[in-house]
């Protein structure tokens, strides 16, 4: 095990100005998550029979209920770029269970999640609700879940992906898995698809740990929560950098080392201030 992944973060008890933040917090977001989520799925009953995989409209709420999320978990929230337009993608380093929110709130997109977040107490729901494709890590269904995602890319659904594979402690980018980049190479979508890289980085609060909103590892999620409710604000800037073309590329493993150099050197930026 690498030493950053055995690391640990420490996780003080809030004092009295931090439960109160975790009570008015974590009171506010539960209502509006869950509100949200109500108001999404009654919509969904028109939606659906009205127009099948296609949704006009429900993922409109989300992007709503993420951006107020992020205002209440206390983030700064900044956005650089312009997101893509047509039949594309987006591919982004992961900090963790913030980064949910975070580019959901940038503009509609559709997560593509391991098959265990669909377990998940709570978020597990919300996903699927919202159209997370979950995949698995078996090399017998690589082929099933590539048509899988060839479809929802056909439909016009906005994936996004985390080549990383994983999590990490918010201060690094891991190598890309190129696994998942066939699905934009198959025929009938390299010609037209665009790939957009996005780098994500987060500024702990004053006095806190770098890595306080990295999420890794065997962390648990709800003390994570407790103490980013807990605490003031941090921040988190999001850059859309220019989209690039599957076609120009003469296979996924190209395509994955292109995105890889460009969010390492953002997220590299970002760390050291270029961004703020």
């Keep these: 095990m690498t030493d950053w992944l055995a690391a640990r973060m420490p996780m003080p008890a809030p004092g009295l100005a931090g439960w109160l933040r975790v009570i008015w917090r974590g009171g506010a977001l539960a209502v509006v998550i869950y509100g949200g989520f109500g108001l ?3 919509l969904r009953l028109v939606e659906r029979p ?10 409109l709420i989300t992007v709503a209920v993420c951006r107020l999320a992020v205002r209440l978990l206390g983030l700064r929230w900044r956005v650089r770029g312009q997101p893509v337009q047509g039949a594309a ?7 963790g269970w913030l980064d949910i929110f975070t580019l959901n709130a940038v503009q509609p ?8 977040v669909a377990g998940w107490a709570g978020i597990g729901v919300l996903a699927r ?6 995949i698995t890590r078996r090399g017998t269904e690589a082929l099933a879940q590539q048509k899988v995602l060839e479809q929802r890319l056909h439909a016009g659904h906005r994936l996004l992906f985390f080549p990383e594979g994983t999590s990490t402690d918010s201060l690094r980018v891991l190598p890309f898995k190129p696994t998942l980049f066939a699905a934009f190479c198959a025929p009938g979508l390299r010609e037209a698809m665009q790939v957009q890289p996005v780098s994500v980085v987060y500024h ?5 740990d770098a890595r ?15 103490q980013v409710l807990a605490h003031p604000g941090g921040s988190a800037d999001v850059t859309l950098h220019p989209p690039v073309a599957v076609s120009a590329f003469a296979d996924r493993k190209a395509l994955a080392a292109a995105c890889d150099a460009v969010i390492r050197q953002g997220h590299a930026a970002g760390l050291d201030g270029d961004v703020r």
């Design 212 to 226: 306080f909103y990295g999420w890794w590892g065997d962390m648990e999620f709800a003390p994570h929560l407790l």
């Design 129 to 134: 609700a919202t159209g997370t494709v979950f």
């Design 50 to 59: 009205l127009y099948g995989p296609v949704r006009p409209v429900t993922p």
């Design 40 to 42: 999404l799925l009654l």
């Design 89 to 95: 993608a987006m591919v982004a380093n992961h900090a």
């Design 204 to 208: 702990a609060p004053q006095g806190q």
């Design 109 to 116: 997109v559709y997560f593509v999640a391991k098959s265990e």
